[in-house]
């Protein structure tokens, strides 16, 4: 019997397991998956806790109820990746053998990093939205914030859903609003990217929106310390921005895991294949999602896609034919906006997002690079999407893995 270990399972590890259970023979292959956490957590719900849209029921489950049968859940820590042994060694003591290894062990936030950042004042004054830890104390401090300055700040690049924080931004302005104490209460956008946001055409858009909502942007912002005392951050170059309630994305890395088994670069993220995802080291090693050092972004939605086109591919491993080089960094992101609104990009390693209308050229529903109501309706769907398709790996309707897939989603691509 030949054995597929899955390290993870988060948004990408549940998928693969969906996909595969169906696929491999369970006569020749026995299917694990091991994880630290009894829970399984909607993260793109952490954007709408604080502002108490989403409870935290909405967001979490438990994660076994995910995991298909005839795959093993294994819930511990892992504690080392032996490549040169085909094995992982869980935190017990107890080893694992495979032939294959898929890891999907995400990425997480790491505060400690940046001097002064998770010291007395984390969660007093200093908070992250990215952990369900963060967003719940953020929105016991928001329900009760009299105003003031808030800053809004990524420490680097590159962090999961990178429109995210400025989603973050959008919906505090709209927050604030109706909560009649706009005036009361000045947002500053703090970045260490020369704009909005990593794609040109989308910062020209993301640029215009804080403009009109009167959010302060602060570019090139390379966070040195935050100075906690004096309630301001100061970067390389000696600028200061002050705060009373600072909204931070510290840095992210992959798990210490990758670092002990000698796996990662500097960040922790394994060295993939931009178009396989076979690890560069190992050839019987797949990685996906948050895990990789692809310079795709890092979502759920790329993890989707990425998902259908490693199943494919471990397939073909075993049946000893090529891989397909099909991964194009495909990835489809709401951008929610606030007041009732979003926008909707769509991009991939070589095409910047365009106009038009998605998924259907010309008819839409969703429009790109416009904000919509029905666009926010789609962000809102994307968490019914999320628990009862993505996650259980089923395909979405018209949607492809590609972006440019038999011109199905690009009017350009005709
Ligand atoms: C605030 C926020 C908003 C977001 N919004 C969106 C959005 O609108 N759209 C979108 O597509 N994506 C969004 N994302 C990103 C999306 O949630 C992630 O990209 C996605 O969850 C990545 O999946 P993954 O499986 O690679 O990692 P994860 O889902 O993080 O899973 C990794 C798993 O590995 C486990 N693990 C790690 N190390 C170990 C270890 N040593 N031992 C045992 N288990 C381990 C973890 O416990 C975890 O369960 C958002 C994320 C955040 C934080």
């Not at 049946?319 to 007041?339: R, S, V, Y």
């Not at 259907?360 to 926010?376: A, C, D, I, Q, Y």
Request: aromatic share 10%; glycine share 8%.
């Amino acid at each position: 019997m030949k054995k597929l270990i899955i390290l993870g399972a988060g948004t990408s590890g549940t998928m693969m397991a969906n996909h595969l259970v169906s696929k491999l023979d369970k006569k020749d292959w026995n299917i694990t998956i091991v994880d630290q956490y009894e829970t399984h957590y909607y993260q793109p719900g952490f954007l709408f806790l604080p502002f108490d849209i989403y409870t935290t029921k909405q967001v979490k489950k438990k994660g076994k109820k995910f995991i298909p049968k005839g795959v093993n859940y294994v819930q511990e820590k892992i504690e080392l990746i032996l490549p040169a042994e085909n094995k992982v060694t869980l935190e017990s003591g107890k080893d694992l053998n495979y032939d294959i290894l898929i890891v999907a062990t995400g990425t997480k936030t790491a505060p400690d990093e940046t001097e002064g950042m998770d010291g007395p004042e984390w969660y007093k004054s200093i908070f992250d939205f990215y952990t369900y830890e963060g967003a719940k104390a953020l929105r016991d401090k928001l329900r009760k914030w009299e105003g003031g300055k808030l800053v809004i700040h990524i420490t680097e690049m590159p962090i999961k859903c990178p429109v995210a924080p400025l989603e973050f931004a959008f919906l505090a302005d709209s927050f604030f609003k109706h909560k009649g104490m706009r005036d009361k209460v000045d947002i500053t956008f703090v970045t260490p990217l020369d704009g909005a946001f990593t794609k040109p055409k989308a910062t020209a858009a993301l640029h215009y929106l804080l403009e009109e909502k009167n959010i302060k942007e602060v570019t090139n912002f390379n966070i040195e310390r935050v100075d906690y005392e004096n309630n301001k951050i100061i970067d390389y170059a000696d600028t200061e921005v002050e705060y009373d309630l600072l909204v931070t994305v510290p840095t992210n890395m992959g798990d210490a895991l990758i670092e002990r088994s000698g796996m990662g670069d500097d960040l922790n993220y394994i060295p993939t294949n931009k178009a396989t995802l076979q690890s560069i080291d190992n050839e019987n090693i797949f990685a996906i999602g948050d895990a990789t050092n692809l310079p795709a972004s890092k979502a759920g939605s790329v993890a989707h896609f990425e998902a259908e086109i490693l199943t494919d591919n471990i397939l073909r491993y075993i049946n000893g034919e090529p891989l397909k080089e099909e991964f194009d960094g495909h990835a489809n992101c709401f951008i929610e906006t606030g007041n009732g609104k979003a926008l909707l990009i769509d991009f991939n390693y070589t095409h910047e997002p365009v106009e038009g209308t998605f998924p259907f050229p010309g008819v839409g529903p969703l429009s790109l690079l416009k904000e919509s109501r029905t666009n926010h309706m789609g962000k809102m769907a994307f968490r019914w999407i999320y628990w009862n398709m993505l996650i259980k790996g089923i395909h979405i309707p018209f949607v492809s893995a590609t972006m440019t897939e038999k011109g199905k989603n690009y009017e350009e691509a005709k």
